[in-house]
């Protein structure tokens, strides 16, 4: 699966459940390039070497695609309220 598909595969879970869609758009927001609105293509993404390195450590290879149910566990978690 490449990177692609996965986004595919969050948005359309962010359509059946508009809180998880909320949850993803929180985390993606966090990982965001510092600058990224002076750098075409002018999109809040997060850097290349980072996404790899989060990757390395999480899956122990750098261009592991994780799974998106993985993806919306980690977003849940990382936005839930104390």
């Known amino acids: ?15 059946a459940n508009p809180a998880t869609g909320v949850a993803l758009v929180r985390v993606a927001w966090r990982f965001r390039e510092r600058g990224w609105y002076r ?17 390395h450590t999480a899956y122990g290879s750098y261009d592991f695609v994780p799974p998106a149910a993985d993806v919306v566990r980690y977003a849940r978690w990382a936005v839930r309220e104390p």
């Open 1 to 15: 699966m490449g990177w692609t598909r996965l986004s595919l595969q969050l948005a359309l879970r962010s359509v």
């Open 39 to 55: 750098r075409f293509p002018f999109l809040p993404l997060p850097s290349r070497e980072y996404v790899r390195w989060r990757m």
